[in-house]
């Protein structure tokens, strides 16, 4: 795991083109603080920083080939590097090292732009071929590692972060207001723009060709398209979970390549916990293990992570954090983040990197099951919402339909009313309006409320995601197109959040659940493999069977909630308030001052649960501060303490050097633990 940069001239580098990469690279060190490299010749220069796990002595970067004329910068792991380097060696290719990194420039030389198709991993990479005067970036398949780009003045600026190409001076920070609709409702942007104008990221399985002062972008790896595999369907369970087992068992066994210590994220769900038992039957020692948790036990999934932690036989390490911790953080990470944080989440997902990094450099993870095997519960109502919807459309006339959903569903009471609201009753049949919006972040009619017209001028928030849905074809059903969509849009920026909060404490994160050969195996599964009835992820459950304690087999998914919304109805309501409410928020123009404030009033009444719409709301205002307004990292106000007497709080640490790469968690050597198994 390391961090890259770059900039490419048309023509020739300017004299501070260097210098500019430099300060690119180096913005990122926490991503690569065991080591710089630079490398630089008439038309380009390349950066890099070095988190060592693969070859400590000889993996440095950039790297060339023998005759120095073709150069790589690259972030990531080739889990197959060995066996692709046993082909090049046999084609006549000399290494100089033991690292994944020479694998890509020979195998570059040996077979163009078509070498991504060899490498089985997670990759990020920059190569110039100075003799041909062309560069190739390249990103994975599932887009587990990151990479920017961007056009200025005749060059082309690349980088694993957005705020390293701001870094260059050569691109300005400014809102990209085409795509806030759909980042507030979607959480992400499904293309390739960014909050950010003129900066772009890399798809996911596409490679980008400058050549000539021309970019050109294509893709060279797809998802199964054609629905579920005929042969596969009339295989039997058992078969099939036999295969799926041992894929995954195969993945685990691939991401366990280091010459640094490894562990694992645990949170006590399946998907962790079927990782961190299948690591541990791969290892001769203790696996380590890593939960985080809040102090309100309400929120806490530590007595589910020590059940695994004790089956397995694993050395478990806990951190529990609480509304300071996360609170004091927030800012400090929308920097890292470099777009407004999509989850609450991603605050934990800190805390408990930074607790990882006292141990280990790498973690294994859970990421990517529910996408692939149906996981979230979205998906059985989304499913029974579309089948019902279809029979209720077809024997009841539009006039009552129309009746039901404008008279009788607002009266009705409680959960039957909340279920009822969101169902073929009252909304249209249409993916935009029973998936997209059903589920969203901010949905659409909610933004109307809150936001200003010239926010919302980008037009259609689901068109992105929509064309995903669109693009699948053959015998996929509903489930097949729901999944789809959601591995190219909403897995992509869970992937940013593990990828940018794990570097913010120079850990590498590893996910063998999107090794790209499982995934399409998955892609072709029958759905009753995924989904029956309300049992989500059957392949999983059956596949691990016997691994783990039943009662994490059986447990209801938790997702990692965050309690957010009851703390901003509380003590934080008032600094909320202020964030969302004062005079740069008002003169931004964005939003409707009096919907926010009835909003906020709503939900500290009760009356509303407020919280999602709030959280948006307050991470878009401190990415504008950091970023668009160039304050740099924020302080949120200190909360009213809970006994009502007025006094604040000095618990909540003050702002820390985004630049600093800190060796210890703050304020929580003595909460951290060693759990008894």
């Given at each position: 795991m390391c961090g890259i940069a770059g900039i490419v001239a048309v023509d020739r580098l300017g004299p501070d083109d260097c210098a500019r990469a430099v300060a690119m690279r180096d913005i990122m060190s926490y991503r690569g603080p065991d080591g710089a490299g630079l490398h630089s010749d008439a038309q380009?220069?390349?950066?890099?920083?070095?988190?060592?796990?693969?070859?400590?002595?000889?993996?440095?970067?950039?790297?060339?080939?023998?005759?120095?004329?073709a150069w790589v910068t690259f972030n990531g792991e080739i889990y197959n590097h060995r066996d692709v380097r046993a082909q090049l060696e046999g084609a006549g290719h000399a290494y100089r090292t033991r690292s994944d990194t020479e694998t890509i420039v020979h195998a570059y030389e040996q077979?163009?732009?078509?070498?991504?198709?060899?490498?089985?991993?997670?990759?990020?990479?920059?190569?110039?071929?100075?003799?041909?005067?062309?560069?190739?970036?390249?990103?994975?398949?599932?887009g587990v590692k990151p990479l920017y780009w961007?056009?200025?003045?005749?060059?082309?600026?690349?980088?694993?972060?957005?705020k390293a190409i701001l870094k260059s001076g050569l691109v300005a920070p400014q809102p990209n207001h085409r795509v806030l609709s759909e980042?507030?409702?979607?959480?992400?942007?499904?293309?390739?723009?960014?909050?950010?104008?003129?900066?772009?990221?890399?798809?996911?399985?596409?490679?980008?060709?400058?050549?000539?002062?021309?970019?050109?972008?294509?893709?060279?790896?797809?998802?199964?398209?054609?629905?579920?595999?005929?042969?596969?369907?009339?295989?039997?369970?058992?078969?099939?979970?036999?295969?799926?087992?041992?894929?995954?068992?195969e993945s685990v066994r691939l991401r366990l390549m280091s010459d640094v210590p490894l562990g694992m994220f645990l949170s006590g769900g399946i998907d962790s916990s079927a990782i961190a038992a299948l690591m541990a039957r791969e290892i001769d020692r203790p696996v380590d293990t890593f939960s985080v948790a809040f102090s309100d036990r309400r929120f806490s999934e530590l007595e589910y992570a020590r059940a695994?932690?004790?089956?397995?036989?694993?050395?478990?390490?806990?951190?529990?954090?609480?509304?300071?911790?996360?609170?004091?953080?927030?800012?400090?990470?929308?920097?890292?983040?470099?777009?407004?944080?999509?989850?609450?989440?991603?605050?934990?997902?800190?805390?408990?990197?930074?607790l990882a990094r006292q141990h280990v450099v790498v973690v294994l993870t859970g990421e990517g099951s529910d996408e692939l095997l149906a996981g979230y519960g979205k998906y059985p109502r989304a499913v029974i919402n579309w089948r019902a919807g279809a029979v209720y459309e077809r024997l009841v006339p539009a006039?009552?339909?129309?009746?039901?959903?404008?008279?009788?569903?607002?009266?009705?009471?409680?959960?039957?009313g909340r279920y009822a609201r969101r169902s073929f009753l009252a909304m249209p049949r249409n993916v935009s309006a029973m998936f997209l919006d059903n589920f969203a972040g901010m949905p659409v009619r909610q933004q109307r409320e809150l936001l200003s017209p010239a926010a919302l001028a980008g037009g259609d928030a689901y068109a992105s995601s929509l064309a995903y849905f669109n693009e699948v074809n053959g015998r996929s059903g509903i489930l097949g197109r729901l999944l789809h969509t959601d591995i190219k849009t909403y897995l992509v920026e869970l992937l940013m959040k593990q990828d940018q909060m794990s570097m913010s404490a120079s850990i590498e994160s590893r996910v063998p659940f999107l090794d790209h050969v499982l995934v399409e195996f998955a892609a072709r599964l029958p759905d009753r493999l995924k989904l029956r009835g309300f049992t989500t992820k059957r392949i999983l459950r059956e596949a691990i069977r016997g691994l783990l304690p039943e009662e994490i087999l059986t447990r209801r998914k938790m997702g990692f909630p965050v309690p957010f919304g009851q703390w901003?109805?509380?003590?934080?309501?008032?600094?909320?308030?202020?964030?969302?409410?004062?005079?740069?928020?008002?003169?931004?123009?964005?939003?409707?001052?009096?919907?926010v404030e009835h909003l906020l009033a709503a939900h500290r009444d009760g009356v509303t649960a407020g919280g999602d719409a709030i959280w948006a709301l307050v991470n878009l205002e401190l990415w504008y501060r950091t970023f668009i307004d160039g304050e740099g990292v924020q302080t949120l106000p200190n909360p009213v303490r809970d006994s009502g007497l007025g006094t604040r709080d000095s618990s909540v640490p003050q702002t820390i050097d985004p630049g600093t790469v800190e060796s210890r968690i703050p304020n929580h050597e003595s909460r951290?633990?060693?759990?008894t198994v």
């Open positions: 380009a220069v390349l950066a890099h920083r070095r988190l060592s796990i693969v070859d400590l002595a000889g993996g440095h970067q950039p790297l060339s080939n023998e005759t120095g004329t077979w163009g732009d078509e070498c991504v198709h060899r490498f089985r991993g997670m990759f990020a990479f920059a190569l110039w071929d100075s003799a041909a005067r062309r560069l190739l970036l390249a990103r994975d398949r599932l961007a056009l200025a003045g005749g060059r082309l600026l690349f980088a694993s972060e957005i980042v507030l409702a979607t959480r992400g942007t499904a293309g390739d723009e960014t909050m950010f104008e003129g900066i772009y990221k890399l798809l996911p399985g596409h490679r980008l060709i400058f050549e000539d002062g021309r970019v050109r972008t294509e893709k060279y790896w797809e998802l199964p398209l054609d629905g579920p595999d005929p042969e596969l369907e009339r295989m039997h369970d058992g078969a099939l979970i036999e295969r799926f087992r041992s894929l995954l068992q695994v932690a004790r089956a397995i036989g694993a050395n478990a390490h806990e951190i529990v954090i609480d509304d300071n911790d996360f609170f004091a953080a927030l800012p400090r990470l929308v920097w890292h983040e470099d777009e407004p944080i999509a989850h609450p989440s991603s605050v934990p997902l800190h805390f408990v990197s930074m006039a009552v339909r129309a009746s039901v959903a404008g008279a009788l569903v607002p009266r009705l009471p409680g959960r039957a901003t109805r509380d003590r934080w309501h008032p600094v909320v308030r202020e964030v969302l409410l004062d005079h740069r928020t008002r003169e931004r123009g964005l939003i409707n001052p009096a919907a951290e633990r060693t759990a």
